[in-house]
């Protein structure tokens, strides 16, 4: 029988893949120099803990090159120039919202909030792509501000487009990204008469919220026998309570 010994280790060797830190400070400079639309971009060359420094608006954010470098190899990212120009580029869709992008195009969704991160909140939330970024107000927004988008998101949230499903008792609230499904709970009483055409009477019903799922709404009996069977984390509540959900 052959030994396996010597292969195996050989394999686990060429698996382990780095990303270069200078490869990505170099990259990052490249970034840098070309420059992205509406974004100051600065490295800030530490030998020890390189960033690159991202101005839009108000905010102000730092991305710790040491970090993301650590992080690349296990999103399977290439780890050649053009790669790490590429995924640069898709690491700046992370950054804050700024609130000028929160005013225009920022939809109301339920994220997850609370000490434990099990809690439902209204936040505002930008779509960049295929990822959505949640908008915290600057300290320095007024309050007056601070509505006003609130106000326009949650209005916004009705152009949502939300795929409605019957499956006997329950429908199912689904979209793109299965965050933006919540968008249409900005604006419940829609989703009851939209249930009522499919045939299906929702009006004291409740819904249940689980994270990356689509929303279920369901008579009250049906929607805690849901909650209840689930194996992931979830939230469970009558719709008219939606309104009084907290913003983050």
Do not use: K, N, Y
Request: glycine residues 6%; negative net charge.
């Amino acid at each position: 029988m052959p030994a396996l010994g010597s292969p195996l280790r050989l394999l686990t060797r060429l698996d382990r893949r780095t990303c270069d830190l200078d490869d990505l400070v170099a990259a990052a400079t490249r970034l840098a120099a070309t420059g992205v639309p509406g974004l100051c971009l600065q490295v800030e060359d530490d030998v020890r803990r390189p960033a690159l420094l991202v101005e839009e608006d108000e905010r102000l954010w730092r991305v710790d090159l040491a970090d993301l470098a650590d992080e690349l190899p296990s999103t399977g990212a290439d780890l050649g120039p053009a790669g790490l120009d590429r995924a640069l580029r898709e690491h700046l869709t992370r950054r804050p919202a700024t609130d000028a992008e929160a005013a225009r195009r920022g939809v109301a969704v339920l994220a997850w909030a609370g000490p434990a991160g099990d809690d439902l909140a209204w936040q505002v939330a930008v779509a960049r792509g295929d990822r959505l970024v949640g908008w915290a107000p600057h300290p320095f927004t007024s309050a007056l501000d601070v509505l006003a988008v609130r106000e326009a998101a949650r209005a916004r949230a009705a152009d949502v487009v939300v795929r409605c499903t019957v499956e006997g008792p329950v429908l199912l609230l689904d979209a793109d990204a299965p965050l933006l499904a919540t968008a249409a709970l900005a604006a419940p009483e829609q989703v009851v008469a939209r249930s009522a055409e499919l045939g299906l009477l929702l009006a004291d019903g409740s819904v249940v919220v689980t994270p990356g799922r689509p929303v279920a709404w369901a008579p009250r009996a049906v929607a805690a026998r849901l909650a209840g069977e689930g194996v992931e984390p979830c939230v469970l509540l009558p719709w008219r309570e939606l309104a009084d959900l907290p913003w983050v």
